[in-house]
């Protein structure tokens, strides 16, 4: 029993590598399984790629991109520049299979993390847990910047934690990779300084020590800043930083602030972590050291980020992605008390796989995206750019009209710059009116052509007026109905006539 959870082989014996192949392995295939192909990627990730795509083709970075965190793109260049495909869904799609491959990757540094404090049976266990995570999975899948933002933080921790000095010093050059892909990285050269005093405090020349470290944090981030004050005018991490914390007290409250985290983390953390944490959290801090006090730690400055936007009201739990390489080291601890239990160690993680792999399928099949949907709603979002100029919103399908994707899908020729794309259809937000003259008298002043409504229920009953009673509405006159195309999504657009309007109002 005791060998099978607290024993320490070779970190990567030939079975520990076997074994994290396969875990990394079914990490794919199940990606792959719930691989949204044919989807374009729209909103943050749709900044990125046209920031990776004009910096691949011209080799210098865009100056018509405002983006703060610009490294995620910048390193996603790379690959574009490699590719080679006359179809921009091509690249997005190869944008989606970087992300999927980085979050794979990471079961790497979680194993090692886990193995820091517990046996390799254990520690695969942790790997698996992350790997297997819903929320992690379904980020892996959007082509946006945690998985690498994760990768480089977890690396950081690692790094910080072996006993090999140099590679503290490392450690302070990928928190400065961290704080190019995402500023909010920035709060953990807080913790990594104190600790990184913390263990040369015996030393006569621990100042210059961290005089050190310091110098190649800077040396890797510096260059990145410069380029952003440059193209920008802000260096996207001293800027963003100060502009946040001048914020905090101005509209942030402590009890929007509580329940905001709370709702996020709920979100996050279920199914697995839920059932997991408490108890583990118990486990892994009853006998404390060093060690574990660095890992409180970066989990504290992590938080912050996560707080700072729990306090603005954002629940958005990708945010909360970052911690959970530490919340699958913490909830280790659950599974190995419940093992210590049992005679039969070997059956119980077994369990405790097929368990998490399961719930994990289940609660990805209960909220993974409507593909058919999304497919029908960018097919018809091509047919409303193609048809309209000023629209009325259809949030959220009205990101497949409202993009430059819409013009890109018609080009002949791929790449091409996202300066030479113009942004065709121009959105006009519903929320606020209570009747459809109110709106469309408003619209006729910022230039709106057409409505569009459709069959989803949370529109406002002006619009579901409109699609359930078209024949009131004299002065509307439809122009497209998605049913008579045979779509499921069901769509139509309706042509302003202000004359008639006008006369009747």
Known sequence: MQNLIDSKPKIFSKNTIICLGIIGLVGFLI????????????????????????LSIT?????????????????????????????????????????????????????????????????????????????????????????????????????????????????FAILALAC???????????????????????????ISRYFLAISVFLLVLLPMAFVRMNTTGYDGIASHSIAAVSTIGQDSTIYLGIISLIES??????????????????????????????VLLFLIFMLMPIIYASSRGITEPRYLLVLFPIFSLISIYTIKEIAKKFDRTKFVLIIFVVGILLSSIVFLDYNTIDYEHELEAYDI??????????????????????NKIDVATNLETFPILSSEIKQKVKLIETYGFYSLNEFIAYGEREGLTHIVVDDNQNR???????FRNEGKYVYLSKIYDSSEHGYDYHLKIFRIDYEKFNSVK
């Open 31 to 54: 990606r792959f399984f719930y691989f949204p192909d044919g989807i374009p990627i729209t909103l943050d990730g749709a900044l990125y790629f046209w920031y990776a795509n004009d």
């Open 59 to 171: 080799g210098t970075f865009p100056v018509n991109i405002a983006i703060a965190n610009n490294g995620w793109p910048t390193f996603l260049s790379i690959f574009f520049y490699f590719f080679n495909s006359e179809n921009f869904l091509d690249y997005m799609m190869l944008q989606r299979y970087v992300t999927i491959i980085i979050s794979v990757a990471t079961i790497i540094p979680v194993f090692i993390l886990c193995r820091k404090f517990c046996g390799n049976k254990l520690s695969l266990i942790g790997a698996l847990l992350f790997a297997f995570q819903p929320r992690i999975i379904e980020n892996s899948l959007s082509g946006l910047s945690e998985p690498l933002f994760i990768l480089l933080e977890l690396m950081c921790l690692v790094l910080f934690l072996q006993n090999n000095f140099k590679f503290k010093y490392v450690s």
């Open 180 to 206: 190019i892909i995402r500023y909010e990285g920035i709060v953990l050269l807080i913790p990594l300084s104190v600790l990184f005093l913390v263990v040369n405090r015996e030393y006569k020349k621990n």
């Open 265 to 294: 983390t709920g979100v996050s953390v279920f199914p697995i972590f839920f059932a997991l944490l408490p108890l583990g959290f118990f486990g892994f801090f009853k006998n404390r050291n060093f060690d574990k006090y660095t």
């Open 381 to 402: 979002g091509l047919e409303v750019s193609r048809n309209t100029s000023v629209i009325s919103d259809y949030h959220p399908e009205s990101k497949y009209a409202h």
């Open 460 to 466: 406002s009953e002006f619009l579901k007026d409109v």
